[in-house]
């Protein structure tokens, strides 16, 4: 998160009203196996050395929220609301299962800004009710993208909903809903198959923000990496026995900041991008339930790594579209490559470690901070967070810290709110210290999952490149011995709270430490309790699940009410053109065509799409693309058509690809409308006039 308006908005968001959480899952009550998912066994190896079977299946599914007048989460821009659909957003889900010795997990990558703890414990839940005992907290590993383009709102804790002004329950259950039914589906599609891995570079497409915290860590350590960046993916191919390709999953860290705090179109940034290309290619089906092909691009450690590898908001194309697609399609051509080339089998079996620790309270043993005792500290941010990083700048700037007091704004908050837990840190707000619930989560999710020799290291938080080298390390030293050759950071997953920076450069306060909630020694405390983790999966051992989390499902607030009705000029329609289309284009150029429309929170189109491009064969007219494609744009502006200020102008816009086929096309937008007079919503659907592409 970026910006001054944490503090603008601070008091806002404690005000009205209570918001319901998500309705559970539409599937709830199909019958499943009740296999318990203890956290014990053999150990790593066991019955599972030498195994390369698995049970494996993949599941997609839609969870855009409201396309108009909802804060984007990211950027905490109070100015940047949604304003339409550039793509979709989805998550993706995979379910892998290891019948050496009867466990499983589930890996999804959801196309969000983070995931936050409620959704989490909504999506277990769901899972419960429908699968019993099958799926836990325990076993699923749900992460996020890091989009910043997305709509926010769906955070049980204040601080990540400050854009939002309170809590969006539209935008929570369209979340939760699409979360649980893609795991659902991957179940369904479960069949015997195998996993391959492949890993290599890929070069020019990220770049390190804050170099000069980077550079506080030690010159012996710099010297074992070529760069300042983790420029490695790693990449999973899943097939089939029957030969059916099921999908993949890659992690590699960057941030998908492409798109930038301007940018009101709803859209999965780089990484979206990347996982539309690959499975536009493999002929992805985005609208049934049926068994599809699901390209993951999943999160790493990429807490100081940005893609606008030019610098400041820079990623090299002529505007964030053409920057996203540069970023984006280098991510797709190298996991191409990669998925290629991926021969490698995993072998093994399945299995996890999750425990639930108190963030603020960590008592840190002497071997994780270099010799001395460490403490972790009640959440708090300081006062460079606000200035924000360069692809993302707020107010002031970077650096400010209690060791060097250069202004006199660090020198009170030094001397007046920081605290000596957090050391260098000039504290501006103390979210552990709010009542009646902290305004970030403190009791936070820490899970380790193997997938035969890879291994999943799964933080609720963003490490920078160090920070993520250093907890790899911590891991590998106890499972290389049992056979894992491979050990991955899976960023911002099942919960969030903030940045992890090392303990040097969180003495510099740049962005990144200053965004650590914890204190210095938040690094050390992680390394501590994933080396547990990590041993007690290679032991075969359980670990006390650690403290429960609170759950905030009933206390939340919103301060935007929903759509109280839609209007329209007299005379005219729902669906009207506005403005037509020319009647012939040649390719590469763009159709633009406007209608009288109704408000996209009437009805989401989860699944479906607000626009259709079609192009007429014989007597028939045929769909060749759709609101989530990425030559196609939804825009949604408020309209004033007096006496009332509910009217609404919708925009549909094509850019016709090189390979557009010529013929006969129109423009298709499906809409739904709200009476003022019985509230209900009805839908609507308006059509252009026919045109020739040349």
């Not at 692809?391 to 009170?412: K, L, N, Q």
């Amino acid at each position: 998160m970026r910006r001054s308006s944490v503090l603008r908005l601070g008091a806002l968001v404690l005000a009205v009203v209570l918001a319901a959480c998500g309705q559970r899952g539409s599937r709830e009550g199909q019958a499943g196996a009740a296999l318990p998912t203890g956290q014990g066994g053999q150990g790593l190896g066991g019955s599972c050395a030498g195994q390369q079977s698995f049970l494996i299946g993949s599941g997609i599914y839609d969870i855009t929220g409201p396309a108009a007048e909802v804060g984007m989460l990211g950027y905490v821009e109070l100015e940047q609301q949604t304003a339409g659909i550039h793509q979709r957003l989805r998550s993706r889900a995979f379910v892998i299962a290891s019948p050496c010795n009867g466990k499983r997990v589930v890996v999804v990558s959801a196309d969000l800004g983070m995931v936050f703890q409620g959704v989490k414990q909504q999506v277990v839940q769901r899972l419960r009710a429908t699968f019993g005992r099958l799926y836990s907290e325990d076993n699923v590993l749900v992460s996020a993208t890091h989009t910043h383009s997305g709509p926010g709102g769906f955070s049980h804790y204040a601080l990540y909903n400050l854009s939002t002004f309170g809590f969006v329950p539209q935008n929570f259950e369209v979340i939760v809903n699409g979360i649980y039914q893609s795991i659902v589906l991957a179940h369904e599609h479960l069949a015997p198959g195998h996993i391959t891995l492949a890993a290599g570079e890929l070069l020019d497409t990220s770049r390190n923000r804050s170099p000069d915290a980077y550079r506080l860590n030690p010159p012996e350590e710099r010297a074992r990496y070529a760069y300042d960046t983790d420029k490695r993916m790693t990449l999973l191919r899943f097939t089939k026995e029957s030969g059916q390709e099921v999908g993949l999953i890659n992690w590699f860290a960057v941030h998908a900041t492409s798109m930038g705090m301007q940018y009101r179109y709803i859209s999965g940034d780089n990484k979206g991008y990347a996982s539309y290309l690959f499975e536009k290619a493999r002929g992805t089906r985005y609208t049934d339930s049926g068994d599809t092909f699901v390209a993951a691009f999943a999160q790493a450690n990429e807490g100081d790594v940005t893609p606008n590898i030019h610098g400041g908001e820079d990623g090299g194309g002529k505007d964030d579209f053409e920057s996203t697609e540069l970023s984006g399609r280098k991510q797709y051509e190298r996991a191409a490559s990669l998925w290629a080339s991926a021969t490698t089998p995993l072998t093994g079996g399945v299995d996890y470690r999750h425990v639930y620790v108190k963030m603020d309270d960590v008592e840190v043993e002497p071997a994780f901070t270099g010799g001395m005792a460490g403490h972790t500290c009640p959440a708090a941010i300081g006062l460079s967070m606000l200035a924000g990083a360069e692809d993302g700048p707020g107010v002031g700037g970077e650096g400010a810290t209690c060791a060097a007091m250069h202004d006199v704004v660090s020198a009170i908050t030094c001397t007046t709110t920081t605290t000596p837990c957090q050391a260098e840190k000039p504290i501006v707000l103390e979210m552990g210290a709010m009542k009646p619930f902290p305004w970030s989560p403190e009791v936070l999710p820490l899970q380790l999952v193997t997938v035969g020799n890879v291994a999943l290291v799964a933080v609720p938080f963003e490490l920078t490149t160090m920070a993520g080298r250093r907890l790899r390390e911590t891991v590998r030293a106890q499972l290389a011995p049992a056979g894992v050759t491979e050990v991955v950071i899976a960023g911002l997953a099942n919960a969030y709270s903030g940045y992890v920076a090392t303990r040097e450069e969180y003495a510099g306060q740049e962005y990144e430490g200053a965004s650590t909630h914890f204190g210095p020694w938040t690094l050390a405390a992680l390394q501590q309790h994933f080396d547990a983790l990590a041993h007690a999966l290679r032991e075969g051992s359980p670990l006390p699940p650690g403290p429960t989390p609170r759950d905030l499902c009933s206390q939340q607030t919103r301060l935007r009410p929903g759509v109280l009705f839609d209007d329209k000029p007299l005379l005219s329609h729902f669906g009207d053109v506005l403005v037509d289309a020319h009647a012939s284009y040649a390719r590469g150029d763009t159709v633009h065509v406007s209608f009288w429309g109704g408000h996209p929170k009437n009805n989401l189109h989860t699944q479906g799409t607000y626009l259709r491009v079609q192009r007429r064969t014989g007597l028939l007219w045929r769909d060749v693309a759709y609101d989530w494609d990425w030559e196609t744009k939804y825009t949604w502006r408020r309209a004033y058509c007096l006496p009332t200020l509910a009217c609404s102008h919708v925009i549909l816009e094509w850019t016709i690809p090189p390979e557009a086929a010529p013929g006969t096309y129109r423009l298709v937008h499906e809409g739904d409308w709200k009476s003022g007079w019985d509230g209900r919503v009805r839908p609507y659907r308006g059509t252009s006039r026919s045109f020739t592409v040349r």
